[in-house]
């Protein structure tokens, strides 16, 4: 078990902190404290440990680890517990089984690597070790299963605006669950739920996004962001501005409704206003139109070219070049 | 384990057969009969042992096994492979367990009693063992989430055939989910589904009859089988009728859509053309109006009192008084 206490007296200490000092706060031996530095380093924390001076953090590794998801985060649910894994077949299903049994909203299921990643319609999301961030979140609002697509609505904003906050990139979302930076994909949302027909029990909103994977490992025409912005980035920091902007839009949500989440997503849409070849499941033959708007349970308003206007719910649509 | 040949040779046969006989075409000694008769006795069966006659089945105990669904039952998949239980917490809970990991469509999950038997929206289902008929069946179409009411439609009408050709019962279909008799409810649907948008990944549909149950412990205005009848009914055979007019209408859902199964849910609707009072789910007024038809989703077309036709998908109905 990490000493999360020893953990955060050194991350907000700047310089060296003596071991006796430390002592004082947490009240155990300083035998202790080396035992937990110890196990701190296991982790792959580096700890400058200095006779006279004390202990000092040098620098933090690149793990999403809960105790670190949790340092600083102002969220009042999402994210408040995690469920953190180093390897799993899938974030997805760990989550469902989660919430089925009883874990409430808000819980967070992060792996560093998923073995069976799943975008939609079964399709592969490929998600090696410590490149991307792959998380599920578990919501269970009081909304009708055809409303549950606003949750995905939500993720892609709160996605979108992270990546302007923390890396200044303008991303896109192509309907329904794509965010693109620079024309490439580089994350995909997956909503899942469980429901009756009169309420949802449970929805799973799952994340995968490319990182700081290696560009010629991935599919094309897939893309990373360490390849948008031409350098590794922190996935922490990411991580935890998504699950900021997730949560405030999702209060917003419940307390006003989905039309200020459509505003936003309107803005971040790199579909609206397209020319769009749709591949309608339960449909052989694919549609041609114009994506006019996206309406309040997240169905896709296409404007066919006989003039038609069809409301969309599922498929796959590609945007035509113009 | 009981021995199912040796209990289908027994069914068979309509006089006694000498444990010769049995042995032979078993080819197990006799001493191995014997003890099986025992296991078969225990089980409740009502089994004579005449010396130089043999073994002659008197009568079946009233118990939903597995064997006993199975034998004799026509149907392709819908109650081929059976998770039967003394009892369950609830049938829809253990069958979404087992569908999520991995059973096939047309698994019945049946219990002779429920602990947490529920209705629509967290409402309980009393479940007193023996009494009832309780089960769920797990399915896994090729639809979207928003056709899975279909499946209530489904069950509903084959409850209604299987309730008239087996006691000769008018039943009726309040919907969405109540199947009455005599205005009372003797019936109930539940149906859940575990889905993303462009995919059911599984249906549950769950059904809860209050068959042979003591009227005085049911709450009002619920009705049973028994008190309809005028005597105790044979629970088997009104399952096995339900489970083959479900994989019937189930089928023909699957090749020629839903319309076939509309017009007959229109036969044995209760609702259509009634005036009724709405609680729509999410909002806070009821309304008033005619019911004026079903549609393919199943959702409910309500003529209100202001001309308005709206398309009600969840919420609880009341038949006004005319």
């Given at each position: 078990?990490?000493?999360?206490e020893?953990?955060?007296?050194?991350?907000?200490?700047?310089?060296?902190?003596?071991?006796?000092?430390?002592s004082?706060?947490l009240?155990?031996?300083?035998?202790a404290?080396?035992?937990?530095?110890?196990?701190l380093?296991?982790?792959?924390?580096?700890i400058?440990?200095?006779?006279?001076?004390?202990?000092?953090?040098?620098?933090l590794?690149?793990?999403?680890?809960?105790?670190?998801?949790?340092?600083?985060?102002k969220?009042?649910?999402?994210g408040?517990?995690?469920?953190?894994?180093?390897n799993?077949?899938?974030?997805?299903?760990?989550?469902?089984?989660?919430?089925?049994?009883?874990?409430?909203?808000?819980?967070?299921?992060?792996?560093?690597g998923?073995?069976?990643?799943?975008?939609?319609?079964?399709?592969?999301?490929?998600?090696?070790?410590?490149?991307?961030?792959?998380?599920?979140?578990?919501?269970?609002?009081?909304i009708?299963?055809?409303?549950?697509?606003?949750l995905?609505?939500?993720?892609?904003?709160?996605?979108?605006?992270?990546?302007?906050?923390?890396?200044?990139?303008?991303?896109?979302?192509?309907?329904?669950?794509?965010?693109?930076?620079?024309?490439?994909?580089?994350?995909?949302i997956?909503?899942?739920m469980?429901?009756?027909?009169?309420?949802?029990?449970?929805?799973?909103?799952?994340?995968?996004?490319n990182?700081?994977?290696?560009?010629?490992?991935?599919?094309?025409?897939?893309?990373?962001?360490?390849e948008?912005?031409?350098?590794?980035?922190?996935?922490?920091?990411?991580?935890?501005?998504i699950?900021?902007?997730?949560?405030?839009k999702?209060?917003?949500?419940?307390?006003?409704?989905v039309?200020?989440?459509?505003?936003?997503?309107?803005?971040?849409?790199?579909?609206?206003g397209?020319?769009?070849?749709?591949?309608?499941?339960?449909?052989?033959q694919?549609?041609?139109?114009?994506?006019m708007?996206?309406?309040?349970?997240?169905?896709?308003?296409v404007?066919?070219?006989?003039?038609?206007t069809e409301?969309?719910?599922?498929?796959?649509?590609?945007?035509?070049?113009?």
């Amino acid at each position: 078990m990490v000493n999360t206490e020893l953990l955060y007296i050194l991350k907000r200490e700047t310089g060296y902190i003596s071991g006796e000092e430390i002592s004082g706060q947490l009240g155990i031996t300083r035998a202790a404290i080396w035992k937990h530095i110890q196990e701190l380093r296991n982790l792959g924390y580096d700890i400058a440990a200095v006779p006279h001076l004390g202990y000092k953090l040098l620098s933090l590794p690149d793990r999403l680890y809960p105790w670190e998801i949790k340092y600083h985060l102002k969220n009042k649910f999402i994210g408040k517990a995690v469920y953190y894994y180093e390897n799993l077949s899938s974030t997805m299903d760990t989550a469902m089984d989660l919430a089925l049994n009883g874990v409430s909203e808000g819980a967070l299921i992060i792996a560093e690597g998923q073995t069976e990643g799943r975008g939609r319609m079964g399709r592969l999301w490929l998600s090696p070790k410590y490149k991307g961030i792959y998380f599920s979140l578990i919501i269970k609002p009081k909304i009708l299963p055809q409303q549950t697509p606003v949750l995905t609505l939500i993720s892609a904003v709160a996605i979108c605006q992270a990546l302007k906050r923390h890396l200044g990139i303008e991303a896109q979302i192509k309907w329904p669950n794509d965010i693109l930076v620079d024309d490439r994909k580089v994350g995909g949302i997956l909503t899942e739920m469980n429901a009756e027909m009169d309420a949802v029990h449970a929805i799973i909103v799952g994340v995968g996004i490319n990182v700081n994977n290696d560009k010629g490992a991935l599919p094309y025409p897939a893309g990373t962001l360490k390849e948008a912005v031409g350098y590794e980035i922190n996935r922490l920091i990411l991580l935890k501005y998504i699950l900021s902007y997730f949560e405030d839009k999702y209060l917003q949500f419940q307390r006003q409704g989905v039309d200020r989440i459509l505003e936003e997503w309107r803005h971040f849409s790199a579909t609206l206003g397209k020319r769009i070849k749709l591949s309608v499941v339960g449909k052989r033959q694919a549609l041609i139109g114009k994506a006019m708007d996206i309406d309040y349970d997240g169905g896709l308003l296409v404007r066919l070219d006989s003039g038609l206007t069809e409301r969309v719910v599922a498929g796959d649509i590609s945007h035509c070049k113009q």
